[in-house]
């Protein structure tokens, strides 16, 4: 089993919530595969960057995805399909979205990751 980068978890954890809105803390474990732990981690950075909320209600923690969440998450996705060699996507689209979002949240998401 290979390592993977902290990216790639926070592409899945993003991923998960937009797909699964109100997605409870246990089901993100397993959907990304990783601990409670790293979960917890995870989610107070993004939470952090703006990029999810997370409700708790009584002992039951979920998420939901921001605004801000899913421009990131459209970028990554973009920047996913380039990298595995997908190449219908244009570079320069990758670019352009990274433009109209004013490079901020990366910005912030490289800085607090590396």
């Known amino acids: 089993m290979t390592r993977r980068s902290r990216l790639s978890v926070i592409y899945l954890i993003l991923s998960y919530i937009f797909k699964y809105p109100g997605i409870k803390a246990t089901h993100l474990t397993y959907k990304a595969n990783i601990s409670y732990a790293q979960l917890q981690s995870y989610t107070k950075l993004l939470d952090s960057l ?13 998420f939901k995805i921001t605004e801000k969440g899913k421009k990131v998450l459209r970028i990554l996705e973009d920047l996913e399909k380039v990298l595995q060699g997908n190449r219908r996507i ?20 490289q800085t607090k990751i590396l």
């Open 90 to 109: 244009v570079v320069e689209r990758v670019l352009n979205n990274l433009r109209r979002t004013t490079l901020s949240p990366l910005t912030e998401i």
């Open 50 to 62: 703006g990029l999810i909320e997370i409700q708790k209600k009584e002992k039951i923690t979920s």
